[in-house]
């Protein structure tokens, strides 16, 4: 059975940080793309970071490139998003989805597989 389990998010402050976990079950993160999509109200989704789990190339946002990291541990089937100096902006529900795909499709797309989402709220 597929699983994609997420934590972390909440609520911080503008300028703070947050980090998201995905924990995949079910298949090798070694041979899928893995990342998050966001959704706010009122505005498009939008792919923010993905990670390959072959090479571990990347793809981010150009709203998020040097804010956010994103990272993954094969061994331990789980992906990460370090996210810093957040943004009122960057108030969403954060999805974390993967398909055997680049990290460009994976990001354009979305899953495949979806995580239950993770609310992140900045605001003061």
């Known amino acids: 059975q597929v699983q994609l389990v997420e934590s972390g998010g909440g609520l911080v402050q503008p300028g703070g940080s947050l980090r998201l976990s995905c924990a995949v079950s079910g298949f090798s993160l070694s041979f899928y793309a893995i990342g998050w999509v966001r959704q706010a109200p009122g505005k498009e989704r939008e792919g923010v970071a993905c990670i390959s789990g072959r090479d571990g190339s990347t793809y981010y946002a150009d709203s998020v490139k040097g804010r956010f990291t994103i990272s993954r541990d094969n061994a331990k089937n789980t992906a990460f998003l370090q996210m810093n100096s957040l943004q009122v902006v960057d108030t969403a529900i954060y999805y974390c989805?993967?398909?055997?795909?680049?990290?460009?499709?994976?990001?354009?797309?979305?899953?495949?597989?979806w995580g239950q989402g993770k609310q992140v709220t900045v605001s003061s």
């Open positions: 989805v993967s398909r055997p795909s680049s990290v460009q499709d994976l990001c354009a797309l979305g899953g495949g597989y």
